[in-house]
């Protein structure tokens, strides 16, 4: 059963990103839709460290498309600026579910609060499953 | 005091997209990521037909940046195909809310459902304000 | 023998883009490096309209990676204007080389120019190829 | 008078980027035009070493828009590696040019050479300079 952890998140993530000139819209702060890539930066890191990252995940079989994302944009970021953001492990028993942080490196005030949803599809047949795979829960129990 | 329109908003627009080799990643499907773009130019397309277009919503002394993107990944769209993006205007007395739903052409299959929240935020002072500006509702107002 | 038309191309086409906020930088011109997605739009269907698009090339048993592109930013486009892209077929026996021309729909004027060339890679082999594949010779000398 | 050095650049500059998941497209490799963005951030964090970033052009006075952009993509890079791009300045005295060769941290294998050129244009008049400013050549000298 999908447990929400009442706990603080235990496998989690930061990685710190350079607002680069091309992220940076005519208001002078990163365009909104930039850190869905953002995101994804800290998501490929963390799956990483767990040791199921986007390969990993291929080789046992399966894809995790993202089937629900939802962003609250709190405060913007400039160019010049290094944002941090953190990823938290919040589910990963019926599917993957992180939470994410973004914010000001200097002043750490928070910028952005995100979450995904991942739902694990077999390749071989395209069937969407309702349980990760085994070799999942186990990688994050060894983190544990 | 923000409403929620009861009836089926009857500010909408609809925009065809053809989806591009860059816009799709190694699963052969959109990014989703880059459905913020999709819905982007929908909402564009329709703020402008509404009269309150980004470079008229500058020339009022306001602008809207998005603060809430929510997205909900249903099916998955490929290269060679086109979607249509319908945007329907939801809110406009606090705050604009934009409902979205991406659509196969041809199946009429719900791709993805999406929102997004827009604060208006005076350009002078950078004050966030609580309600929109007279010129906005005035204009979906002729539009109704 | 790969041949440089001496005779204006024949082989052409023209796509109309809406330059949308998300393509512009905070200079408030369309960031250089979203031409290289504006230029993939318009060999994109050029290349549909021959019958040789992406996905028939695979069909056919080969990819044509871009292998060399070059772009000269003449004048800026900014947000609210519609560019016009023309794409030319310049070579197709030894290779894919076309040409672009980015320019302001209002004002005829030309904003960006640029040229890709592509070589074919057959996919079984993953050998790049010297030669264009037969078919697209075919494809193209129909059109002239 | 612009001079291209024959001595080997002494200014120049190595940032390591993974490739992104969102950067591969369905051929499995890194799309073409994400290869700007990768030479924009090596450019970027260059022209901040030398003293002359885009916020200290802006205090002087100055925007370097890219005016030429070359690309020759000799190999592919694929998610999960690390590429390094480095980036070295050619000319500055009329122009910036900067020169770029990505290549794979581990096979040192090139996967892409590209150059840039960029003028300098005044902010107050809009007016194109055929001289870079004064603080650029001084900050060049400094590090040279």
Redesign the interface.
């Known amino acids: 059963m999908a447990r929400r952890r009442k706990t603080p998140a235990r496998v989690s993530h930061e990685v710190d990103i ?1 607002v ?3 992220d ?6 990163v ?3 930039n850190y ?2 953002y995101l ?2 800290a998501r ?1 890191e963390l799956l990483q460290r767990i040791g199921f ?3 990993e995940m291929n080789e046992a079989g399966y ?1 995790f ?10 405060r ?1 970021a400039a ?2 600026q290094t944002v941090r953001v953190k990823a938290s492990l919040i589910e990963w028993e019926n599917r993957i579910r992180i939470d994410y942080l973004v914010y000001n490196i200097e002043t750490n005030e928070t910028l952005t609060k995100g979450q995904t949803t991942q739902l694990a599809v077999e390749l071989k047949s395209g069937d969407t499953q309702f349980d990760c795979p085994a070799i999942l829960l186990e990688r994050v129990a060894a983190m544990l």
Do not use: C, T
């Open positions: 350079a680069q000139f091309y940076v819209d005519p208001m002078n702060i365009w909104h839709g869905v890539r994804e930066q490929s990252g986007y390969l894809a498309p993202v089937v629900d994302l939802q962003l609250k944009f709190v913007s160019f010049g």
